[in-house]
């Protein structure tokens, strides 16, 4: 609500202490309590709302708003430390957190009550500012207004909202007046009656910026509303370590955005509840309301919430925010001219979600007054092929409606829970949520719900992780079918956004990745699902014939029948080292051909593929039909007379449709079409380390992210590069950080200089922290290690260090310590070895395996590229 008066809120509170016979309300005490009879108010919190009729001269300079704030909130304090001890003894603990003043009075016999004050809109203070008044019992209402309430009244409208009920709302719908301009069409109407879309969508947006969201109207015109709500990413109560596995600077205060697009109609709930079925599908009903209300939801994260930076599709519209905006100085400062590109790791996996869940859920919510973990349930169970699952009345008949209970239960006692307090104590806005009747507050606080426990679900297909264990990073389910969409085809560029800002991060795990390909020992190894599936040379071995026609020449004899064009061949005997793959010398020449493939002939000097003819650029003609000793392409290839006379025999590539993968068949196919056999298939190391000398450096790449071209400019490399980059990075659950700070650094007693005459100390050492637990369970580490430390200041935390080879530390990050391979024989028995000083488990920290031959270190890194690279690890205990 907007306040308009040059006698602010804050100066009446000034007129409260000061207890003036003119002031508009006086403390209460003892005796004025018991005499006086005052209307009684439902219980807090209360909304406040200026009074229209009251008039007061605006003030000079709006952006002096907030400076003019926090000078009443000092001039404020510094009169509460002035008050003499009697009157002192009547306010205490006052507080402010910007934009919260919190304070408590005492009256009578030793009575108390708080106060909260939210101020949340501060751009013209103190002429045009909006907040909410709070007070924690019952009885302060009437504390509040035991005094000249008649006077205090001409300032402030006093009326619970509780959540905001309808009934409140369309009584004093002209309270949610926006102070910048409106379009005509998304006026109140002071007539009675059901409230149109446009009404509806209004109070739903004051509703939510009465919670402290960002929120804004980009279009309400006939074809349809465009709306944005936002928070700051600060708001999750995320740890400073999942914000940044998940590419979200909480310190640079990122906002995260959801814009909405609607039809026509806007969602509204209570209709919904109205068309509960009976005994029909309720399946069908769904999709009725997604044709009813259609809706398309985008979440991305923005370093400012000002819509016109965040929303690149804006249309030019005269609908304001509703929180009464910043100033259009402001919009142009410098501080705000663009924010940085989208780079938060759920916003397409989110967007998906939503944009074709979240209606079908909303209705199991409402239609079955269960909570968010029972729906999700539900459509997990109908995804798994039990389609009628709580989808017809008879559900609570067949136990599905307990099931869902039960599932909400066990949910409750989970630790993931824990994650969710954040919300819960958000009494008010959960109360508000509980009725479903708002549908953006309904949106945004299941969005915020959703990204707390992002690790628990699959960012491809969104179902619940059938894993057992805790992770930090969201990732991608076991699914083939998953990691295929995820890894080969890109699906949502999940991994490009992990490059972003961990370049070196990145090296380390391609150069892990290359170590391990050298020595033939990758494990955990890409199956089938990582590939590429496109147009792919292949070995041959052989030269074609060239048919002379007078001085020129072509390849392709025209056929009886027009069935196409005879192309001849021969096996290219002239190398003693030819190994036509994947056929031996004494096959035919056409056994290495197959319908469809394309057919390039080449220019023996410049081995660069020849037109088909002058006049067209095309270069391949196609396999139509393959014999013993020939094949017919489609159309003839001209040959022109400068080659065609001095060569009888012309070279050729054979480009096939095909899918290419890192995995070896155990054994050819029989059939030219058949399948290869990949079962207890071994990894293709050669085609491996071929793909990784391709990749550009990391540096490189992340550029290509930045332009949105990394995809085109790898596959323009190799198809295999943009897979198997996707699979290195996807395939780490963990999360790695360089650390760079010398607070953060681990201290090795006496350095690391003793290690090696080419290293000067841990400073020289590059240092990564690894993170594999979800959030709840580093805070249940971190609170055990402080009361270990409570307890006795010699117990608490140690480092034990672990040295292995290069090679195994691909598999290390990903699958942890193992010793079912053991090198170094078991002094002590089974277990993994590690020693309290870095020296000694440096000596287990050689560089390659000693196979007699020397190992390179992946090209393209600049880790490697200054001396040898070893790796150890420091574990906190």
């Known amino acids: 609500m907007n306040q308009s008066n040059a006698n602010n809120t804050l100066r009446s509170l000034r007129n409260v202490f000061n207890r003036k016979k003119d002031s508009p309300f006086s403390l209460p005490n003892s005796s004025s309590s018991s005499s006086q009879q005052f209307p009684s108010y439902p219980p807090p919190p209360y909304h406040l709302h200026h009074n229209p009729a009251a008039t007061a001269p ?480 292949m070995d041959t071995n052989g030269l074609v014939r060239v048919v002379r026609i007078g001085r020129d020449g072509v390849i392709g004899r025209s056929t009886l029948g027009g069935q196409g064009y005879r192309v001849d061949g021969d096996v290219d005997t002239s190398n003693d080292n030819a190994r036509p793959h994947p056929h031996s010398r004494d096959s035919p020449w056409s056994a290495q051909f197959q319908p469809g493939d394309l057919l390039s002939i080449l220019n023996p000097e410049t081995q660069q593929p020849l037109p088909l003819s002058t006049i067209t650029l095309s270069t391949f003609a196609r396999v139509v039909q393959v014999s013993d000793d020939h094949i017919l392409i489609d159309q003839p290839v001209a040959i022109p007379a400068s080659l065609a006379l001095h060569n009888q025999r012309l070279p050729f590539r054979i480009h096939r449709k095909m899918e290419q993968h890192f995995v070896l068949p155990n054994s050819a196919p029989n059939l030219p079409n058949s399948k290869p056999d990949l079962s207890n298939s071994k990894p293709d190391y050669e085609r491996l380390e071929a793909v990784l000398r391709k990749l550009p450096p990391v540096r490189t790449m992340v550029a290509y992210v930045h332009t949105g071209s990394l995809r085109r400019e790898l596959d323009a490399l190799d198809p295999l590069c943009y897979p198997l980059l996707s699979w290195i990075i996807s395939s780490n659950r963990a999360h790695l950080r360089a650390l760079d700070s010398e607070r953060e650094l681990v201290k090795v007693q006496g350095g690391l200089a003793a290690f090696s005459s080419g290293y000067s100390g841990y400073k020289t050492w590059r240092q990564f922290v690894m993170l594999m637990s979800s959030p709840e369970k580093e805070e249940e580490f971190q609170r055990e290690k402080m009361r270990l430390k409570s307890e006795s200041p010699n117990k608490g935390e140690l480092y034990a260090w672990h040295g292995s080879r290069l090679e195994n530390w691909h598999s290390i990050i990903r699958t942890a310590l193992n010793f079912n391979k053991v090198l170094n024989g078991r002094a002590y028995g089974n277990g993994v070895y590690m020693a309290s000083d870095a020296q000694t488990s440096y000596g287990y920290s050689q560089q390659y395996a000693s196979n007699g031959k020397a190992k390179s270190q992946w090209p393209q890194s600049p880790i490697s590229s200054s001396g040898e690279l070893k790796f150890m690890a420091a574990f906190e205990e």
């Open 58 to 537: 605006q003030h000079s300079n709006a952006k002096m708003g907030r400076k003019e704030f926090l000078k009443d909130v000092d001039a404020l304090q510094t009169y509460f430390a002035s008050l003499k001890p009697n009157d002192a003894k009547l306010v205490s603990d006052f507080k402010f957190h910007d934009p919260e003043l919190t304070f408590t009075f005492t009256y009578g016999l030793r009575k108390t009550f708080n106060i909260v004050l939210y101020i949340n809109s501060v751009n013209n203070y103190p002429t045009k500012f909006s907040g909410f008044l709070c007070v924690n019992d019952d009885s302060g209402d009437r504390a509040v207004t035991n005094g000249r309430f008649s006077g205090f009244r001409e300032v402030l409208q006093i009326k619970s909202s509780r959540a905001f009920s309808r009934e409140v709302l369309q009584a004093y719908s002209p309270s949610f007046a926006t102070p910048s301009p409106s379009p005509r069409s998304f006026s109140s109407s002071s007539a009675s009656g059901p409230l149109s879309s446009r009404q509806l969508l209004q109070r739903h947006l004051a509703e939510c910026e009465h919670y402290l969201y960002k929120t804004h109207v980009f279009s309400a015109d006939r074809f349809g509303f465009e709306v944005a709500i936002a928070f700051p990413a600060k708001r999750l109560g995320l740890s400073e370590d999942a914000a940044t596995a998940w590419n979200l600077d909480v310190d640079r205060w990122v906002y995260i955005v959801c814009i909405m697009q609607f039809g026509t109609k806007y969602v509204d709930l209570q209709e919904i509840a109205k068309q509960v079925p009976n005994e029909s599908d309720y399946g069908q009903l769904k999709e009725a309301c997604k044709t009813t209300y259609p809706v398309s939801v985008k979440v991305l994260t923005s370093t400012t919430p000002n819509p016109k930076h965040f929303f690149s599709n804006a249309r030019p519209t005269s609908v304001g925010s509703t929180s009464g905006g910043t100033s259009e100085s402001s919009l142009q400062s410098p501080a705000t001219a663009a924010p940085e590109a989208d780079q938060f790791i759920l916003s397409w996996t989110l967007t998906d979600h939503l944009g074709t869940n979240l209606l079908s859920l909303i209705c199991d919510r409402i239609w079955w007054n269960l909570g968010w973990e029972s729906v999700e349930f539900a459509a997990a169970e109908r995804a798994a092929d039990n389609r009628q699952f709580l989808n017809d009345a008879r559900a609570a008949f067949r136990g599905e409606f307990d099931k869902c209970l039960e599932r909400e239960i066990q949910f409750s006692r989970s630790a993931a829970h824990g994650l969710l307090s954040v919300l819960e104590q958000e009494q008010y806005e959960a109360s508000a949520e509980a009725r479903n009747e708002n549908f953006l507050l309904l949106v945004v606080r299941y969005l915020r719900r959703r990204i707390l426990l992002c690790p628990n679900y699959c960012l491809i297909c969104h179902r619940r992780q059938a894993v057992e264990f805790s992770t930090l990073k969201p990732f991608v389910c076991n699914s083939q079918l998953c990691q295929h969409q995820a890894q080969s085809v890109g699906l949502g560029k999940i991994f490009e956004t992990e490059m972003v800002g961990n370049e070196i991060v990145i090296d380390l795990l391609v150069s892990l990745c290359w170590a391990a390909v050298e020595v033939r020992a990758l494990n955990p190894a890409p199956d089938q699902t990582v590939a590429a599936s496109g147009l792919f040379p």
